[in-house]
C-alpha cells in the first residue's frame, strides 16, 4: 500500500469516529509517525474478529453449494473451480 493510500485511509477514519484512531506527531531529527490509539487498536481486534466470523460463515455457507456445481466438460477453467472448491471444503473442515 502505498504511504498516501494509507494516509487517506487514515483521514477517513479520523472523519468517521468521534474518537481518536491514531495520533501523529510531527517530523523533526528523529522523524515523524504516528502511533494507533487504543480506541483504534480496539477497532482493529473488532474487525479481525468480525473478518474471521464473516469467513466462516461464508465456508459454511458455501459447504452447503459446492456440491451442486455442475462440471461439464475438462477445460483449463474447470481446474481452476475444481481447487477453490476443494479449498473451499478444506477451510469449513477446519472450522467445524
Known sequence: ?????AW????SLKQGFSEAVT???T???GG???RVTSFGAGLIRQYRTLE???GRLGA???TDIVPHVIVKAPRADHAGK???????????????
Do not use: D, W
Not at 487517506?8 to 483521514?11: A, F, R
Not at 475444481?82 to 467445524?96: F, H
Open 1 to 5: 500500500m502505498s504511504y498516501r493510500r
Open 8 to 11: 487517506m485511509l487514515i483521514n
Open 23 to 25: 495520533v501523529s506527531s
Open 27 to 29: 517530523g523533526g531529527a
Open 32 to 34: 515523524g509517525g504516528a
Open 52 to 54: 474471521r466470523e464473516v
Open 60 to 62: 459454511q455457507r458455501l
Open 82 to 96: 475444481k481447487q477453490l472448491a476443494k479449498k473451499i471444503l478444506q477451510r469449513a473442515e477446519k472450522i467445524s
